[in-house]
């Protein structure tokens, strides 16, 4: 498996426009996250799926932001309109499900990030 | 709300020696806790965890204490080495037995040859 796979791997935008990053999990895995990184405020978790259903999105910082998945390969990440504060790395990861069972390894498989800037 | 907080921030040892990286958590339900390490430029990736049924877990050189009472963890690296630096982040499960990770503030640690 290719592993969790993001796009844009690198994006500069101006504010303003609407920016739309995609990420496919890994196949079988049952949750995907985003999450976004920064110096100040490192790893925040920003929204995740459970079988392609929204579950908590508490951590998606304005109405600015939405995120689908309308299939279980297939999630996006959207801001519109974009800020120079979004500016970040946003990284999809995805986990074979969102309850730890016994046995299971507990290893969430990160993307490879999308750098935003936006100027 | 739930909240992990990691120190230090920065880390700079000789090679050889050890480094010890600590973190508290808030969430009582939490009872998983993984360690990250992100190399420069990369995606973190999953070095090391440990369930608050275990007290303590070995891997090689690196090893994980967990004090639930106290709710405390820390990661102990021994014999570093310079492909040891990166940034480590460790994180608590956000209610139990769950996937959803809080994650600390990270600490960058830089082994010196």
């Known amino acids: 498996d290719a592993g969790v796979i993001q796009s844009p791997r690198h994006e500069v935008t101006e504010m303003g426009q609407e920016v739309t990053l995609r990420c496919k999990p890994i196949?079988?895995?049952?949750?995907l996250f985003w999450y976004r990184q920064t110096m100040m405020r490192g790893l925040e978790l920003l929204i995740y799926?459970?079988?392609?259903?929204?579950?908590?999105d508490s951590g998606m910082p304005e109405d600015r932001f939405s995120a689908k998945m309308p299939n279980a390969s297939f999630s996006t990440l959207k801001i519109q309109p974009s800020e120079p504060r979004d500016s970040a790395v946003y990284f999809c990861?995805?986990?074979?499900?969102?309850?730890?069972?016994?046995?299971?390894?507990?290893?969430?498989?990160f993307g490879e990030g999308s750098r935003l800037t936006v100027l | 709300g739930e909240n992990v907080e990691q120190h230090p921030s920065t880390l700079s040892v000789q090679e050889g020696d050890s480094a010890v990286i600590k973190c508290t958590y808030s969430?009582?339900?939490?009872?998983?806790f993984p360690w990250y390490k992100q190399e420069l430029g990369k995606r973190p990736q999953l070095i090391i965890d440990?369930?608050?049924?275990?007290g303590e877990k070995k891997d090689q050189r690196i090893a994980v204490t967990l004090n639930k009472t106290a709710k405390h963890f820390s990661l102990h690296i021994t014999e570093t080495q310079p492909e040891d630096s990166a940034v480590y982040f460790c994180?608590?499960?956000?209610?139990?037995?769950?996937?959803?990770?809080?994650f600390g503030s990270g600490t960058r640690l830089l082994v010196r040859p």
């Open positions: 440990i369930r608050s049924n275990v």
């Open positions: 969430d009582s339900a939490s009872n998983y």
């Open positions: 994180a608590a499960s956000k209610g139990d037995s769950s996937y959803k990770l809080i």
């Open positions: 990861a995805s986990s074979l499900a969102l309850l730890l069972r016994q046995g299971d390894t507990g290893e969430l498989f």
């Open positions: 799926f459970n079988n392609n259903v929204p579950i908590d």
């Open positions: 196949s079988g895995h049952n949750s």
